[in-house]
Nanobody
Framework: QVQLVESGGDLVQPGGSLRLSCAAS????????MSWYRQASGKERELVAG???????NYADSVKGRFTISRDNAKKTLYLQMSSLKPEDTAVYYC?????WGQGTQVTVSS
């Protein structure tokens, strides 16, 4: 069965860093376009970053220069390295493939 499991969400102070992970199973991970979305309370879910099977990346303007998406095909894991975090980054972060969404992991940026 297709499954995506996020981890790494936490409470962090503004300016801090955090790395999210997404463990994939049930499909050929290396062939899939993968992405991270986020949804803040009361807001629509939005694309944060995406990465092709070949490693080409794209980012939302709001996170460009601060976040880095990457993948380890051998480990079937997607990552989102977040730095210079702002309170506006507070949201539930979701991993997405062509087949499924993960359950989400909470990131809270607050002092």
């Amino acid at each position: 069965q297709v499954q995506l499991v996020e981890s790494g969400g936490d409470l962090v102070q503004p300016g801090g860093s955090l790395r999210l992970s997404c463990a994939a199973s049930g499909f050929t991970f290396s062939r899939q376009y993968m992405s991270w979305y986020r949804q803040a309370s009361g807001k629509e879910r939005e694309l944060v970053a995406g990465i092709t099977s070949g490693g080409i990346t794209n980012y939302a303007d709001s996170v460009k220069g601060r976040f880095t998406i990457s993948r380890d095909n051998a480990k079937k894991t997607l990552y989102l390295q977040m730095s210079s975090l702002k309170p506006e980054d507070t949201a539930v972060y979701y991993c997405k493939s062509n087949y499924a969404w993960g359950q989400g992991t909470q990131v809270t940026v607050s002092s």
